[in-house]
């Protein structure tokens, strides 16, 4: 009967399908055909995937193929569908079939069986056999081992006793002394060579027992090595007393072929340090004994002082003339020596031993000057010894060195910045703590130096700052730490002078004792120079009443200062410091230029401060005379007096601190240019103007408030009486007559202004008042 088909899902899109993807597309990372592979693991599959795949769209990808196949094994059936219902027909005595299979299948598995138990027990008979092997072979290694290290000892042995002139009594250290300066002073026969064969023997000895140690090493637990230990240890305390004998003998001597030997014996043995300590204290220790002398216990004997750098001249010398052959032969090229290190381990440990004991005080930062000589002297010293390094590497060894690094822990450059900083800093500070400025009297040279200054503060910043980069005070090793000191004294001066301006002008120098030196000067002494003073005779404080006397200072002096510092610091002192770190990488020179720099410019931004005080000192003193302007209003109040013709006599005092002799520099100030002087003379002109101003114009608004008033009450009175109110008064009021007063008055301060050098029409102020005052018909020009 007739089997309906499967019910199918929909077809999969054609692949003609412009519009949409069919259903097979793939990613590129999706790959199916990996799946018919017969290695294929699918942990290993997602593993690599999850690192840029997603665990969601994987699944729904695997979803989508499995729908895939799906349809496909459905089109399949469909397509072979009457042999697929067919099929279990066709299954016709499978039983018997299989049954027929069988025998055969077992018959072959038994052979399979017996033929790989046999090769399992090949197997194991070859392994057996492959470790007996492999153990006789150790067995033999070790054998060999041992069979060499007893020849080895051997060996050794018979090399030692063939040392020629050398006594049995030098494996105890000793030697006869009747035989060793027989062979010192060269009464053997051929005693030159007997050192070189001696030497090239001994050079022999030492390979031999290097290749002893090398077999100790891989053979150390045997029985039959320890049973030879004490043999061994006998023949290497004889090649040491050896060894060492004949390499004093032949740094005696002088001995070049005797040295490269026994040096290459040393390092052939791997005791470097016994070369260098024996080349310590045969050659180098009586070299410096000689020249710090000191006792066993490390008492000094016969010392003077603890300068080292007499000291160090004389070491010099004694190492190019005693020092020098055995570091050439050490630092021959392809000699194979360079494991020694005779210029630390042998003479910088033997002068630093000297001058720990003979010169302890040297390494003091307690006394600054005398430790900074010697810190810079050791130095030096060290440079030298960095000389008779072949090459740079050598001298980066010689610097990791551990007594190289011991010499220099011993110089505390710390503590002497410390002490120096509370020098330097003290200094500044105790000059700025004075209650009052403290001039020094010099002539100004114009070149900005420390001789233009007129302030004893000035002179110490100055001194300060220099000291930070002087030769006798500098450590170059601790220059951040100086140029910090440096902008620190900047900023200190800065603040100092900045917040004692600013309290002056707030009054509160009283509360605060460091700004007592702004309180004490009255308005009256920042008007006159002391140096001109004590440049002038006695009656010029009757001809200026508000000078100062000649020990306050004024900040004339203070601008004076402030100009030279600036320039000072942004110029040479700049130049200098950068000229001392020239060694330094152009970024870190560029970082010092702008912090010095800035610290030039917070110096040049006191002087608007310094000006700006001037300016309200002699504004101050000024305006005193502006009481005068009311005075004239109540005079013409009480007072019928005629309309004015001349102008006030307080006019002509009103500009007397800025006269044109007081502040003219080539008589009195030289310490003031003219663009400050013209800078002082505008702004306090702007500022005494503005005060007429306003007192005038408030007693003018009173005066014709006043007189409105006094109007409008007589017309009333007159209305009252019957009398016309129409008639005028043909008399000049009192306003107008103070307003024409004050007319005449700021005439003639606009001519004082002039005879100042300043234009009064360029004052706001100025032509502010003269439109207040002056008649309708000459508002609108000002003539003076």
Known sequence: MAVDPIQTLPPPRSATDFFSDPLDSHPLWFQPDLFLSPNFDSDSYISELRTFVPFDTLRSELQAHLTSLNHELIDLINRDYADFVNLSTKLVDVDSAVVRMRAPLLELREKIEGFRGSVESSLVALKNGLEQRSEAAVTREVLELLLDTFHVVSKVEKLIKELPSVPADWSNGDVNSTEKNAASNGSIENGTNVRETQSMLLERIASEMNRLKFYIAHAQNLPFIQNMEKRIQGASLLLDASLGHCFVDGLEHRDENAIYN????????????????????????????KIIPHGPSGGVVGASGDGLENDYQEIKKCIEKDCKFLLEISSAENSGLHVFDFLANSILKEVLSAIKKGKSGAFSPGRPTEF????????DFLGHLEGYCPSRSAVTKFRAEAIYIEFMKQWNVGVYFSLRFQEIAGALDSALATTSLVPVHNSPSGN???QDLTLKQSVTLLESLRSCWREDFLILSCSDKFLRLTLQLLSRFSNWLSSGLAARKTGNTGSNSRYEWAASAVPNDFLYSSVANANHSRNMYTYYPWSCSSETDTLHQIIHDINCLATEVCGDYLEHVLQLLSSCSTDVLDLVKQSILQGGKSLNDLTPLAINAITDALVDEAVKGLKDVKAIATTFRMTNKPIPSRHSLYVSGLLSPLKKDFLDMEKHNPYLTRETIKELRYGAATEITGRYYDMVVEIVSVARKTESSLQRLKKGAQRRAGVSADVSDPSVSDTDKLCMQYFLDIQEYGRNLSTLGVDAKEIPAYRSLWQCVAPQDRQNVIDL
Do not use: H, W
Not at 275 to 289: D, G, K, N, S, Y
Not at 372 to 379: E, F, R, T
């Open 262 to 289: 026994c040096l290459r014996a040393y390092a052939a043995i791997d005791n470097t340090s016994s070369a260098e300590e024996i080349f310590r204290m045969t050659i180098v220790a009586p070299l410096i004994q």
């Open 448 to 450: 900005g130096s420390s």
């Open 372 to 379: 900074l000589i010697n810190y810079k002297s050791s130095l």
